[in-house]
């Protein structure tokens, strides 16, 4: 195999639920910086710096059509090449990836951002849902979501408390994280006794509110081990789309997630998660989304992944802790979540996560999603 | 170095200002099926689906989600890319690198834009910096506008030049079966008469809004030689984004400040030994909304010297026949599908390349060609592709 | 004025409208949020300069793009007053997507180069196409009441005599 893809630098915002004080380029800016401080790199057209960037931002929550030209000027555009991905961040970290082992460039920014204070969360959703038959239904990912969750709890015996638990770990796990937006010590008594938003989803089921950037250099590998004195690299990644029509999923299953991670996994040699990945960092804007995410990713059989929640062995210290930043769930914008992911698996790597830091870190999980129900699923393994 | 990437497939729906007939995924469905025919491909062998839309136009948020199964991106992996303008050519130059790199042997690139369901005008204005921009903005018409008098000023072209092009991208898309607009333009006196949209420019002089898809598919050296006989390789991809022009939002009409334009010809033609264009290439699709701006784009991209372009014209040398055609497939100003038109100058360029554009493939013999994407405040991407590498 | 087939019979749509409304609430920033306040409250233009390249920025931002550095806090007060350096004139009319407003008809939009050294993309308030040709100095014609848009607090630029 060619030269490996390493991560050199990563940044992200202190999420926030409401960052009214600067525009999206002033907030990118505030990430983008730092990786440039730390890597000392330039943007460049001749090989000794950044040769491109890729952005990654939705149009429709930035309310600006080309939403990338909100932060163009922040992110080194200039007579350079710049793309930008319109899924959730993690597919923006793919991308580079794939440009670096084309062998087409070798240092690569990649930034995103989201307000979601700004948009219309609910509005933004259901401009996606298909015009004719689901958008007058007022359908939105919420909705789905708790479609998802009500599916997945009755096929498989899954229960709020399980899920009310999920939240209890990451916000608890937000306390011992700087950057998390919303830390909390509460009881599986506060989350199920919290305002239904969209039965069996309550409030603190579901992630608040969040504005926030984050950005990373890639590197290949020859230049990567000059930029960073341990880079961070990908092994392993994989996408894969789900149909759309929520009717014809079984929505307690997730396909397209196990085809990822199947992907994912063999690129990086991982023949059982469970023992060669020490840490995992992944995407749950509703509770249920840890436990059924978890089992796509194949930590454990399916409806298994309460009872693994409750073993301990997902908790800080256990063999697998998930989520260790404290996840979507502590406060994380939708499609900067992927990107954070990876971002924190990289601290945890690179033993710089403080008091979150997972023991013994030398692989990680990162997950994405994008969608309803997550019908666009990315996986990354990362090592050191 | 990876993989080297040729296009195998190439697929279009029949662009036309509205398909109430269809609905967003199936238009798209039609450049996909039409692509895999081309290639003789079933949906299954293609391993990977990037999608290029401007989704703000449709106003339908996710669409390459809400059409997965239509583009064959079921259980298989992919992402959409939107940059604007110049979304469709980021598209192609996505799955260029994801091939190259390896991870994919073939991939399905598609650009599209169903312009019928949106208020077009209202979404370009959109693309305005959210909050100082407002009240002020004008659409790209005006922009254009401003672009055209520039020219005039600088250059010495008359308004018969530009309807001079137009004349001949009304004569491409005639022989074009997917283009959008066929005018049956029988002379200059004709685009001449017409009335002025904002001055300089005529209601003639500028591109449609249109609803179609394009669709390429991609392949890897060893899959693209048992796909087909005659793959056209992507030789190189050069993306430049500028910040916008200080006097303008497309020109400058101070004459001081750099194009990417040029910037992306230099790159290009320096990385592949290209030094003398008009010979070394043998046809250039690019992205001209306005047949003005084709004018003063001849310049930018090296094909003449600056301020000649009007005489390239004036020569016939762009011409289907000429020396070096431009645009014979009728260009942007006949179709534009925002989101897929840079898709639409790679496929319409590689079919020149292959010797299947059927009555608008130019009379020069194409081993070289070269497409061109416009967009944002004045991004540019260029692609290379040959027949043989 | 297309010469596309047309069926033999034509088809009858069903039309479903649906309109919802999505709002937004954008921050400026700092550095733009600044420019608004001194049209809001003082009827002036500012904007700041790049420490590197030692251009104005337009509109005042953060980074400077061309120099990739943050900019700083050098501001410059700028005059109301330039020349117009391009105009074009539309003869449809426009809403403004965001605010509503329906957009003078006919109306020239131009390219004003201020006295210190931006360029502006304002309306003219002259509409005669015939003295528009000749119209070279021109001056804010600032909103007395309704301020709070930013560069939209100037209703256009009105020919000044020189």
Same mark, same amino acid.
Request: contains cysteine.
């Given at each position: ?73 922040? %992110? ?11 899924? &959730? ?49 007022? #359908? ?70 969040? &504005? ?78 840890? #436990? ?29 802790? %998930? ?23 990289? #601290? ?37 | ?11 279009? !729906? ?9 609905? /967003? /995924? ?24 990037? !999608? ?37 050519? +980021? ?55 401003? /672009?055209?008098? !520039?020219?005039?000023?600088? +250059? ?223 991004? !540019? ?9 | ?162």
């Amino acid at each position: 195999m060619t030269e490996r893809v390493g991560i050199v630098a990563v940044a992200q915002t202190k999420y926030s639920p409401n960052r009214a004080d600067a525009n999206e380029g002033e907030l990118v800016y505030e990430a983008v910086r730092q990786v440039l401080q730390e890597t000392g790199l330039k943007f460049a057209q001749d090989g000794s710096g950044i040769d491109a960037t890729v952005t990654c931002s939705q149009d429709f929550w930035d309310g600006r059509t080309i939403s990338s030209c909100n932060v163009m000027s922040y %992110v080194g555009h200039h007579h350079s090449d710049e793309d930008k991905v319109a899924e &959730d961040s993690l597919n923006a970290v793919y991308t580079a990836f794939a440009r670096i082992l084309s062998g087409h460039q070798d240092v690569i920014l990649v930034a995103t951002h989201c307000k979601e204070s700004q948009g219309d969360k609910r509005g933004i959703e259901n401009a996606a849902m298909d015009p004719i038959f689901l958008r007058v239904l007022g #359908l939105d990912f919420l909705s789905a979501a708790a479609l998802q969750a009500r599916r997945y709890m009755y096929k498989y015996g899954i229960t709020p408390e399980q899920c009310a638990r999920v939240v209890v770990k990451n916000r608890g796990n937000a306390k011992r994280n700087p950057l998390a937006q919303e830390p909390m010590e509460i009881t599986v008594e506060d989350v199920l006794g919290s305002q239904v938003l969209a039965s069996p989803i309550r409030q603190l089921d579901s992630k608040p509110t969040s &504005d926030g950037a984050c950005a990373m250099i890639l590197a290949r590998e020859g230049k990567a081990k000059k930029l960073a004195r341990k880079p961070i690299w990908i092994l392993g990644a994989s996408n894969c789309y789900e149909t759309n029509y929520l009717g014809d999923r079984d929505l307690a299953e997730c396909d397209a997630l196990v085809t990822a991670a199947k992907k994912a996994y063999k690129m990086a040699g991982i023949k059982d998660v469970m023992n060669q990945v020490n840490v995992a960092e992944i995407s749950e804007e509703y509770s249920y989304q840890e #436990l059924l995410w978890m089992e796509g990713l194949g930590f454990c059989q399916r409806g298994e992944a309460g009872r693994l929640l409750d073993s301990g062995v997902t908790q800080m210290g256990g063999q697998l802790p %998930v989520n260790p930043s404290g996840g979507m769930l502590a406060g994380n914008p939708t499609v900067v979540a992927g990107m954070a992911r990876a971002a924190e698996a990289v #601290l945890q790597l690179r033993g710089e996560a403080g008091e979150h830091q997972a023991e013994g870190a030398k692989k990680a999980l990162v997950h994405g999603f994008t969608g309803a129900c997550g019908q666009l699923q990315g996986v990354m393994i990362l090592g050191n | 170095m990876g993989n080297r990437v040729a296009i195998v497939g190439i697929g279009q !729906t029949y662009h036309k200002s509205a398909r109430k007939d269809v609905n /967003q /995924q199936e238009m798209v469905g039609e450049a996909v099926r039409a692509a895999l025919a081309d290639a003789q491909m079933k949906a299954k062998d293609v391993e990977a689906v990037f !999608t290029s839309n401007m989704e703000t136009f449709e106003g339908l948020f996710l669409p390459d989600h809400l059409m997965a199964d239509e583009i064959a991106a079921y259980m298989k992996p992919g992402l959409k890319v939107a940059t604007g303008g110049t979304s469709g050519a +980021s598209v192609v130059e996505e799955g260029f690198h994801f091939v190259a790199s390896g991870l994919f042997d073939t991939a399905l690139v598609i650009g599209f834009e169903k312009q019928d369901t949106g208020d077009t005008t209202a979404a370009i204005t959109a693309a305005v910096t959210p909050v100082w921009g407002k009240g002020v903005a004008t659409g790209a018409i005006g922009e254009f506008a401003k /672009q055209a008098l !520039t020219y005039m000023e600088r +250059s010495g072209a008359k308004e018969e030049h530009a309807a001079m092009v137009r004349l001949k991208a009304d004569k491409g898309a005639c022989r074009n079966p997917y283009a959008h607009l066929k005018l049956g333009l029988k002379s200059i006196k004709e685009v001449l008469d017409s009335g002025y949209l904002v001055w300089p420019l005529r209601l003639l002089d500028f591109c449609p809004q249109s609803c179609g898809a394009c669709a390429l598919i991609l392949a890897s050296e060893s899959r693209a030689k048992k796909i087909t006989k005659k793959p056209v390789w992507i030789a190189d991809v050069v993306t430049v984004h500028q910040e916008p022009f200080r006097a303008g939002s497309f020109g400058d009409p101070t004459g001081t400040e750099e194009y990417s334009q040029d910037i992306a010809a230099e790159r290009l033609y320096k990385r592949n030994g290209i030094t003398n264009p008009m010979k070394d290439i043998c046809m250039a699709e690019i992205y001209e909304p306005s047949n003005w701006e084709e004018m003063s784009h001849y310049e930018h991209y090296h094909f003449c010297e600056k301020g000649e372009g009007w005489k390239l014209v004036e020569k016939g040398i762009t011409e289907m026949e000429g020396a070096f055609p431009v645009n014979p497939s009728g260009g942007v100003i006949a179709t534009n599908p925002i989101g897929g038109t840079p898709t639409i100058r790679v496929a319409e360029a590689a079919l020149q390349v292959r010797g299947d554009a059927g009555e608008h493939q130019v009379t020069r013999d194409v081993h070289t060609a070269v497409a061109t994407a416009l967009g944002g405040p004045n991004w !540019t991407v260029m692609t290379l592709l040959r027949r043989s590498l | 004025m297309t010469t596309e087939k047309t069926a033999e019979k034509k088809p009858e749509y069903l039309k479903v409208e649906i309109a919802r409304p999505r709002s937004y609430k954008w921050s400026s920033g700092k550095y733009l949020g600044k420019l608004y306040k001194e049209a809001l409250e003082k009827k002036k233009l500012v904007t700041n300069r790049c420490p590197k390249c030692k251009q104005l920025m337009w509109p005042p931002m953060a980074v400077c793009g061309r120099c990739n550095v943050a900019t700083g806090e050098d501001w410059v007060e700028m005059s109301d007053t330039g020349t117009v350096v391009q105009y074009t004139y539309l003869v449809f009319p426009l809403w403004d997507p965001h605010y509503g407003d329906r957009l003078a008809n006919p109306y020239p939009t131009a390219t004003i180069k201020l006295d210190n050294g931006v360029f502006l993309v304002h309306f003219l308030e002259e509409k005669d196409p015939e003295k528009l040709k000749k119209v070279k100095r021109v001056q804010a014609v600032w909103k007395e009441e309704g301020r709070g848009r930013g560069l939209a607090d100037i209703l256009c630029f009105r020919t000044i005599e020189e």
